[in-house]
């Protein structure tokens, strides 16, 4: 008996194995990333891999400019080809600093008064020539977040008010902007998840961030929190770097009331990029990187993408900048295509004159330079034209 009961048993065993195997031999037989599957020596190998690489810096990760990044790196990927590595970043006002410096870094994320900063305030040598951009992104609103106890930007004086981390781009804007409303504020530099804890417990009365609305940061909060967005008039004080901005209950319901707005201020946002001399390798790799982008830009038209990526106007200007030759080079080809695309740009451009003809009480509409600036709402009224 005990002769059978071992048979018994190491035939189960067999079988155990033999169900093992099956569940193995699938694993074994998977296909592997063509990309893993190429053979060469290690140095042909850190050869190819480095070829086409490009150094993206966006900002923090919870942030709009950081998924900005990641769907760039992601829509221009091509293998060894071309490579863009999105860099988690201290912010925009930062990320100037590491275009300039940071080994590794080609291509950035900033914003126009972070670059007037530098070249009026910190006297960066021949700064408009060492850093251009290659296109406008959508303009960064501020947000300041307070508890409703606070009524306006005069009810923060003397309080406590968190603008992140140094590096972000609230610490540079926020500051600017309190110091230009003469309202003295103490600063307070700690990470946002942080200051929204210390905001309910009071022992922080307002945090600051300039960011791209809508943010998860914000349109998490619950609704009935106590907690509001204080608004900023615009005014002439903000007309050299500044654009109009709004919140809506679109934008955060949780915080916003259905048919209430909240005026704020905006900053453009830009894709930076450092002037390497032509024909050394890292021009090579940034020129790639800079056609297909202008190649590959109706991809970021369509979900999943951020929709403000259609709020972007290609041939937008950015005052104070010089666009990038390669960049200009690559507008210019795309304002030559077709005959339709010409008349659709014809036609573009007269709705855009009648959506400005339809707002005359918007400061400095006539002003050229606030044009690029009200793009963004131009294509929301166009949109709606469309819809009537």
Excluded: C
């Amino acid at each position: 008996m005990r002769t059978i009961a071992g048979v018994a048993a190491i035939v189960a065993i067999g079988v155990g194995l033999l169900g093992l195997n099956a569940i193995i031999a699938p694993t074994r037989a998977q296909m592997v990333p063509q990309a893993l599957q190429q053979g060469g020596s290690d140095a042909e190998l850190k050869e190819r891999k480095n070829a086409w690489t490009v150094g993206l810096v966006g900002g923090l990760l919870s942030g709009t400019q950081m998924r900005f990044a990641d769907e760039i790196a992601s829509v221009l990927d091509d293998g060894d080809n071309l490579r863009v590595l999105p860099i988690v970043s201290h912010g925009a006002a930062s990320n100037l600093d590491d275009i300039l410096y940071l080994h590794g870094v080609d291509v950035g994320i900033t914003q126009s008064d972070v670059f007037e900063y530098f070249r009026t305030q910190r006297k960066t040598a021949n700064l408009d020539k060492r850093v251009n951009y290659i296109v406008r992104l959508p303009i960064a609103e501020l947000h300041i977040l307070a508890r409703d106890d606070v009524k306006s930007l005069e009810d923060l004086r003397g309080k406590k008010v968190n603008f992140g981390p140094a590096g972000t781009a609230a610490s540079l804007t926020g500051t600017i902007v309190f110091q230009r409303l003469g309202i003295h504020i103490e600063s307070v530099l700690i990470d946002q998840p942080s200051a929204l804890q210390k905001l309910r417990a009071g022992e922080v009365d307002a945090l600051a961030r300039v960011i791209v609305k809508p943010i998860d940061f914000f349109s998490k909060i619950p609704p009935g929190s106590g907690l509001h967005f204080v608004p900023i008039p615009y005014s002439k004080l903000f007309e050299d770097f500044y654009a109009l901005g709004e919140f809506t209950n679109a934008d955060y319901p949780n915080l916003v009331n259905p048919g209430d707005r909240v005026d704020t201020i905006a900053v453009p946002s830009v894709l930076a990029v450092y002037n390497w001399q032509k024909g050394t390798d890292r021009y090579r790799k940034v020129e790639h990187f800079v056609e297909a982008l202008f190649t590959k830009w109706d991809k970021f038209q369509h979900p999943p993408f951020h929709p403000s990526w259609k709020e972007i106007n290609l041939a937008a200007t950015v005052p104070g900048w010089t666009r990038w030759s390669v960049a200009e080079e690559m507008l210019q080809k795309m304002s030559g295509g077709s005959a339709k695309q010409k008349n659709d740009q014809q036609q573009l451009s007269g709705d855009f004159q009648a959506y400005l003809n339809s707002r005359p009480d918007l400061p400095g509409v006539r002003d050229p330079a606030q044009r690029d600036e009200l793009y963004r709402d131009f294509l929301r009224w166009r949109e709606k034209q469309a819809n009537h």
